[in-house]
């Protein structure tokens, strides 16, 4: 019996092993050196100052809400073909979310509807590389710096991706990545804030270390006080140094492990092209892809139900698929928001008909043949049940 085909797995090698050891053996857990040698790491990899590591990618984009002050009132834009915490963290800091349609092509907002949302109330824009594609990410700054708006990349997909010459993480006031283990790397949970604000980060690092005073905190007259004393309402949002420990490992081998994600979407691509009932992801050829996911489409026609069961035949099967990703505002905790079906036709029609396909770097060229044999045989079935 053939061995069973995950969605996702991470990259982990004996470096990452030793580095976790040496932690564990230094008895300093928490707040130390790895922790520092990591923020170094990512944020030169995203070409920026500062690098603030948070407890989780959802942690870190309420953090740079707060940072910069986005509360009750406020209005952030933001896209509703997306992870869940690419939205919550507003509503977690009071805020609204606004959401906009989005380009069938790239799975991101459309830039027209993001400057025709711009309201007196709007106080940012969280911008999405869905699926870690960074298509409009340029035009998203432009409109923010025009209107004065901070733009907040949630670049949790994306650590690595280059569109047009830039960095990912780079393109806002800050930026956001996140480690779970289905990512490019993973710390097992963990989230990194990027930015080259000087007072945001110093704000961020307060902030996820229950509101204690900052070296720039004290340089500003605040006085030292003592590891009970709190300067602002905070949260423990810290990474510890066994999760920083990982992502050094992580960071070190990252070329490698992209390279790898990178071979097994060229062959995705190269078995499934042509395919008449399939639309495969869209890349500008100005970006350079580090590959998240690889997110297929059924094409015009199909319904969410003959998607729902094509899924499931692959996972009968033994190959690991997912719906990814519901829309935010169809989801339960956004009822409050009052949207319901047909908001955004573009978003929903993608939603109801896109597969995730197993991907990790490990993943040899058999295996990808098996799902692409598969993913086929499913599709033939679902055109035998409409005859």
Not at 195 to 211: E, I, P, V, Y
Not at 273 to 291: D, F, N, R, Y
Request: proline share 6%; glycine share 10%; aromatic share 6%.
């Amino acid at each position: 019996m053939a061995e069973p085909i995950p969605m996702s797995a991470p990259d982990i090698s004996e470096r990452e092993i030793e580095l976790v050891s040496e932690v564990l053996r230094s008895g300093r857990l928490a707040l130390g050196p790895s922790l520092t040698r990591f923020e170094e790491m990512v944020a030169e990899r995203a070409g920026v100052t500062h690098g603030v590591a948070v407890s989780s990618g959802t942690a870190g984009l309420f953090l740079a809400l707060k940072a910069l002050g986005i509360g009750p009132g406020d209005e952030v834009i933001t896209t509703p073909l997306s992870f869940i915490a690419s939205a919550s963290p507003i509503l977690m800091a009071g805020a609204t979310p606004v959401f906009v349609d989005v380009c069938p092509k790239s799975l991101n907002m459309l830039p027209s509807a993001v400057e025709k949302a711009i309201t007196p109330s709007t106080a940012a824009i969280m911008g999405v590389e869905a699926f870690g594609n960074p298509a409009y990410m340029d035009e998203y700054a432009r409109i923010a710096n025009q209107h004065e708006i901070p733009l907040v990349e949630d670049c949790c997909e994306a650590l690595g991706t280059v569109h047009k010459g830039r960095a990912c993480g780079g393109f806002g006031r800050a930026g956001v990545f996140g480690f779970y283990p289905n990512k490019q790397i993973t710390t097992g949970e963990g989230g990194l804030i990027v930015t080259n604000d000087d007072h945001l980060a110093d704000l961020c690092r307060s902030l996820r270390n229950q509101g204690r005073a900052t070296e720039r905190d004290q340089a500003g007259g605040t006085p030292l006080g003592s590891w009970l004393t709190h300067q602002r309402l905070g949260y423990n949002f810290r990474l510890s140094e066994v999760a920083a420990a990982i992502g050094i490992g992580q960071m070190e081998r990252f070329d490698e492990i992209v390279e790898r994600r990178r071979r097994v979407a060229a062959w995705y691509t190269e078995a499934l092209a042509g395919h008449p009932k399939l639309v495969l992801p869209t890349i500008l050829p100005e970006s350079q892809m580090t590959w998240f996911v690889y997110v297929v489409r059924l094409t015009t026609g199909y319904t969410r139900e003959e998607r729902d069961r094509v899924i499931r035949g692959l996972r009968v099967h033994d190959i690991g698929a997912a719906d990814y990703f519901p829309c935010i505002h169809l989801q339960p905790a956004f009822a409050d928001l009052g949207l319901g079906p047909g908001s955004f036709p573009t978003s929903e029609s993608m939603s109801e008909r896109t597969i995730a396909l197993p991907f990790h770097g490990r993943m040899s060229k058999s295996d990808v043949d098996i799902v692409a044999q598969t993913l086929d045989l499913m599709l033939s079935r679902e055109e035998l049940r409409r005859t």
